[in-house]
C-alpha cells in the first residue's frame, strides 16, 4: 500500500526556519520524483520544489535561494528545509510522488507565519 506521510510544520516567526518531511513508502522509492506544493486559503495549490529520482532539483521562484529540497534514499524521504520564512510562505504543504504514472498525495502539514 501506497503512503505519503508529512511532517514537521508549525509556527514559526518571520524569518525563522523549518525543516519538512515527507516519507513514502510502499513504492520503489529509488525511482520517485518528489515534489513539494503549498495551498494558502483562497489561493491554488502550486509546486514550491521537486526533486527527480536522480537527484535533479528545481524551485519556485519565490522560494529560489530560501528552500532546499533533498531525498535520503535509506529512510525513503524527503525533506524541504525552509529558511528565512516569510509571511507569504504560510500554507499548508503537501508532498507528491510521482510514480508509475501516478501522482500520490499526502494530507498535508500546516505551516503558519506569526510574530
Known amino acids: 500500500q501506497i503512503e505519503i506521510v508529512e511532517s514537521g510544520g508549525g509556527l514559526v516567526q518571520p524569518g525563522g526556519s523549518l525543516r519538512l518531511s515527507c516519507e513514502a513508502s510502499g513504492m520503489r522509492f529509488a525511482v520517485t520524483h518528489i515534489a513539494w506544493y503549498r495551498q494558502a486559503p483562497g489561493a491554488d495549490r502550486e509546486m514550491v520544489a521537486r526533486i527527480t529520482a536522480g537527484f535533479v532539483t528545481s524551485y519556485a521562484e519565490s522560494v529560489e535561494g530560501r528552500f532546499t529540497i533533498s531525498r535520503d534514499h535509506g529512510k525513503q524521504t524527503v525533506y524541504l528545509q525552509m529558511n528565512d520564512i516569510k509571511r507569504e510562505d504560510a500554507a499548508v504543504y503537501y508532498c507528491?510522488?510521482?510514480?508509475?504514472?501516478?501522482?500520490?498525495w499526502g494530507q498535508g502539514t500546516q505551516v503558519a507565519v506569526s510574530s
Open positions: 507528491s510522488a510521482e510514480y508509475a504514472g501516478r501522482n500520490y
